[in-house]
């Protein structure tokens, strides 16, 4: 039973592409999280899940920590992937806004995605461009890294990250679990 799962959850692309290159390199059953559940996860050694950083929450990853008492005998990875340039208090804030105290041991990887505004769903475009005009009210000089990352990444109207590179941390440590 050494066998992985690469379920993710993506809602403009991202996610998924980094989702589908692990599913590649490590020859892993990839999943939409719509699609499975927790009982066709019971032959997999390995879970890696991904999901996009919205408002420093990870997409989806409620699927994990609700079912957890039944994947806690599993190795499990988790891959945010957001926009944002990544620093390195990002995977501490990841961690500690997501998971809870049993589950700190998780290994947590932050891969940096695409931004596009154009592409923004409604909700989404309200969301951050409400974010926006408070943290510009702001004194720049009381920003939190992420805050800072935020106004960075949004000056502009488009970005792509994305880059195949930043999974190989990912693909060490499932091959190391094999």
């Known amino acids: 039973m050494r066998k992985t799962a690469i379920i993710y959850q993506s809602k403009y692309g991202s996610t998924e592409k980094y989702a589908k290159w692990l599913s590649e390199e490590i020859n892993g059953d990839l999943y939409r999280k719509s699609d499975i559940s927790v009982n066709s996860l019971k032959n997999y050694s390995t879970i890696v899940y991904g999901g996009g950083l919205y408002i420093r929450g990870i997409a989806g990853f409620s699927f994990i920590k609700n079912n957890y008492k039944y994947l806690e005998d599993k190795k499990i990875i988790v891959f945010a992937v957001g926009a944002a340039p990544f620093d390195t208090g990002i995977v501490f804030d990841i961690k500690s806004n997501n998971f809870p105290d049993e589950m700190k041991y998780i290994p947590c990887f932050y891969l940096r995605g695409a931004f596009d505004e154009s592409k923004m769903k409604s909700i989404d475009r309200v969301i951050f461009q409400i974010s926006k005009k408070i943290l510009i009210k702001k004194d720049e000089s009381q920003y939190e890294e992420w ?24 693909v060490d440590l499932v091959n190391k679990y094999k």
């Open 147 to 170: 805050e800072r990352a935020f106004i960075e990444t949004t000056s502009r109207k488009y970005g792509n990250w994305i880059c195949k590179e930043y999974i190989k941390s990912i």
